[in-house]
């Protein structure tokens, strides 16, 4: 007897009165969840429109107050640029470097007419052509968790990052197509000197994923390092990687007001060779930003405007994102709170600056949470139905995200990715075709019938409806004998189960050549110089 068939079966029982235990037992579809059933096809995850109308939190005297008030910040107060090279920039185009200081103000007419430059949406290319990201208007790219010092699993608990977990979390992200891109380093390898890390990571993102990905701006060596893997990646020219961007930075303010070195320079490496910049704002309400999510916005964007028009100073025309990232702290500790709802407010009011000023908008996928339990999943559930309902382009921190950052979970990871596929799901358009109505269905069946033998829904029924990764649909009879497993269980075999199944995306051996020769060479030189 076939599943299906099994399902008719019990569904005939049911009309006949089996009690409400009986009912559920059987071969549903979660009598198998323990051997890890394969989820749905998932290329359709590989570009994602966002089809709802965004939530517009903000009136629109809301907008224009915050909006003026940005500008009234640069004009007034000003922002530190602590590198001579941009005050050289900026005081040769107009804008006003208080003498002995690195303080410029910036006159919102100089600002407004250089973020009129920015180019609105665009396509970041990867290294299979397949993989290519469009950035902006309605779509929406799932970054993985990045930056983290620390990563977590269940059985081998909290520890600093190694190059074997940056690649086995580098390897997850390449198993899901709804991961768009990997963020930066998902977890920091430690046990790799830094003045050569960036060498070795990069390398591995070109071999173990084919997917864009990101270059840290933590001093020039760095940028021209990643801009040459990156060529050597893709097979390309210089002139076409300039004319394809294919590489993006994070440049995150010193809030409050500031932007220093190493930020600055990265703006200028990047955008001068037309990649993609994304500025965000890390303001804390509260700590490094006032205390209202109002004011903190007002910051944020005052900060995010400076960092654009820096950009198209640079380079007219050059990509990039407007990023938010303000969120509330415990007034109790001073610790950050993510997936709140002042987060949610923020998230949606960034958008609404972000569509103001005609630029992609950057946001994340954040909790607080210290391990994989109901905190984790709705404050991570909170934080992407702020992406969704703001309008989100660029989806940094998307899967993997834990204890507000500091660690990489590869069972979050599990979790999150199932949930970045629910979104996708609801977001996908309704269908209403003639044959979606189910017009012929719904008369073969009559009054007080069943759909489950129908030809309608035998045609159907493999893919009718999102099969969860995680979710045990099973009775509590078969799953008490099953051993009560949990979410964590059930996440913990998956990553596992993927792990384990990994294959490498193709490469050219020449191209793998060259790569390698390039890394050996910039090691032989000491890489990039550091103070340890």
């Known amino acids: 007897m076939s599943k299906i068939e099994d399902i008719v079966a019990t569904a005939i029982e049911n009309t006949a009165g089996a009690p409400e235990r009986r009912r559920r037992a059987g071969g549903g579809r979660g009598g198998d969840r323990g051997k890890g059933r394969k989820g749905p096809a998932t290329l359709r995850y590989r570009s994602i429109l966002n089809t709802q ?51 410029v103000r910036l006159d919102r007419d100089f600002i407004m007419d250089l973020v ?74 430690t046990d790799i000197h830094a003045s050569i890390r960036h060498l070795d990571c990069l390398s591995d993102l070109v071999k173990l994923t084919d997917k864009p990905f990101h270059a840290y701006s933590l001093g020039r060596e760095r940028n021209l390092d990643a801009l040459e893997i990156v060529r050597i990646g893709r097979g390309v020219t210089a002139e076409q990687l300039e004319a394809e961007p294919s590489l993006f930075t994070i440049i995150n303010a010193s809030s409050p007001l500031r932007y220093d070195a190493p930020m600055l320079q990265g703006i ?43 950009t198209q100073l640079v380079r007219p025309g050059a990509p990039v994102v407007y990023g938010g990232f303000t969120s509330n702290v415990d007034m109790k500790s001073g610790a950050p709170a993510f997936g709140t709802p002042e987060y949610m407010k923020a998230v949606m009011a960034g958008g609404q600056l972000a569509r103001r000023y005609g630029v992609p908008y950057r946001t994340s996928n954040t909790c607080a949470a210290n391990t994989l339990d109901a905190q984790s999943a709705y404050e991570s559930m909170m934080s992407l139905w702020g992406v969704v309902q703001g309008g989100g382009n660029f989806i940094m921190h998307a899967a993997g995200w834990m204890e507000g950052g500091l660690t990489a979970s590869f069972e979050k990871f599990v979790m999150d990715v199932d949930m970045l596929q629910m979104v996708a799901e609801f977001l996908a358009p309704l269908d209403t075709s003639p044959d979606a109505l189910a017009m012929d269905a719904i008369s073969e069946v009559g009054p007080g019938g069943h759909y489950f033998g129908t030809a309608h829904t035998l045609s159907r029924y493999e893919s009718a409806f ?67």
Not at 68 to 74: G, N, Q
Not at 82 to 89: G, P, T
Not at 117 to 138: D, S, W, Y
Not at 155 to 181: C, P, V
């Open 53 to 103: 109308d965004p939530s517009l939190i903000l009136s629109e005297e809301g907008l224009e107050a915050i909006h003026e008030a940005s500008l009234t910040v640069l004009e007034q107060i000003g922002m530190d640029f602590m590198l001579k090279e941009a005050r050289d920039r900026l005081e040769a185009a107009g804008a006003h470097v208080v003498a002995g200081t690195e303080r």
């Open 116 to 189: 009129a430059k920015a180019p609105g949406p665009f396509t970041l290319h990867a290294r299979n052509p397949e993989r290519n990201i469009e950035i902006g208007g309605q779509n929406i790219a799932f970054a993985q968790v990045a930056s983290a010092p620390y990563c977590s699993d269940r059985d081998n608990g909290r520890r600093t990052g190694t190059q074997e977990d940056f690649r086995n979390l580098i390897k997850l992200a390449q198993s899901y197509d709804i991961i768009h891109m990997t963020g930066g380093y998902p977890v920091e390898p």
């Open 268 to 310: 200028i490496e990047m955008s001068a060779r037309n990649q993609v910049v994304v500025i965000t704002p890390f303001t804390l309400a509260g700590a490094m930003a006032p205390v209202t999510i109002a004011g903190a916005l007002v910051q944020q964007n005052a900060e995010a405007l400076a960092g654009i028009a820096f």
């Open 466 to 532: 999102y099969s969860p990764i995680l979710s045990d649909w099973r009775n509590f009879e078969s799953w008490s004998l099953a051993g009560q497993p949990t979410t964590y269980d059930h996440a913990n075999r998956v990553w596992k189960e993927t792990l384990a199944n990994y294959e490498a995306p193709p490469l050219d051996e020449a191209i793998s050549d060259e790569l390698d020769a390039f890394v050996a060479k910039r090691k032989e030189e000491g890489g990039v110089p550091t103070d340890f």
